[in-house]
């Protein structure tokens, strides 16, 4: 017979590995610069979604141009200019063509008045930075697959003479990587027993985990509904 778990109390709660993780997010600030000393080459790099891609530098009666431009994805997030040719009107013009470019995600924008050469020469690199990252994207392992792999199912709630219990499951594959509470009853010593639970559960990667002493009723409803989302996971 399983021996009992003593409720541990909250004070070391903290101890417990976090139940849910979130991704956090943040965006890039684009920007227009002058020209900086460069190479004529092209490349990308990057790691998860984004994806930082040099051009080729195309060469013109102005002076040459060359972009680097950033992707979040397909998303454009910033346009950096690596060279651009050193006058007035191409000064004026860059950081309109950049903002353009962030509107309408893509090369298709309107050239800017007394920088022709300058503008098509833009639209032609961003063009081209564009086709890379695509080409880049289809080569790499598609997000939605490793997506696939994660899967959070919901456990059957059930009803105790404590209050009702459900869980909910986050599986990698097989492993378990989460658990939280949907439902639990309203009771001190339900508070304390879920912590201890979970880690139970994420260290035996199963519902055959021992009952938290003093929490009986919840931690055998757990086991249940643990057990389901585990068998509903496939």
């Not at 092209?42 to 530098?57: A, I």
């Not at 651009?84 to 000064?91: A, F, S």
């Not at 010593?189 to 559960?201: D, F, G, I, M, S």
Request: no cysteine; net charge negative; hydrophobic share 35%.
């Amino acid at each position: 017979m399983k021996r009992a778990i003593p409720v541990v109390v909250l004070s070391i709660a903290g101890l417990v590995p976090v139940w849910l993780y979130q991704p956090s997010s943040g965006t890039s600030t684009a920007q227009a610069t002058t020209p900086a000393p460069s190479t004529s080459s092209s490349g990308t790099s990057g790691t998860s979604g984004t994806n930082v891609v040099t051009t080729t530098t195309i060469d013109t009666e102005k002076g040459p141009v060359q972009l680097q431009v950033t992707f979040d994805g397909t998303k454009i997030t910033a346009v950096k200019m690596l060279q651009q040719p050193d006058h007035p009107q191409t000064t004026a013009a860059v950081p309109k063509l950049v903002a353009e470019t962030l509107q309408a995600q893509s090369a298709d924008i309107d050239t800017v008045s007394g920088a022709t050469i300058t503008s098509d020469a833009y639209k032609e690199s961003l063009q081209a930075a564009i086709d890379d990252n695509a080409k880049a994207a289809s080569a790499s392992p598609s997000a939605s697959a490793s997506e696939a792999s994660s899967r959070t199912v919901d456990g059957s709630a059930l009803s105790t003479e404590k209050g009702p219990v459900q869980v909910q499951a986050t599986f990698s594959g097989t492993k378990i990587t989460a658990v939280k509470l949907l439902q639990q009853p309203n009771h001190p010593q339900t508070t304390a027993a879920v912590p201890v639970l979970v880690a139970e559960t994420l260290k035996a990667q199963s519902a055959d985990i021992d009952t938290v002493s003093g929490a009986t009723i919840t931690s055998e409803a757990y086991k249940e509904s643990l057990q389901a989302a585990i068998d509903a996971r496939g």
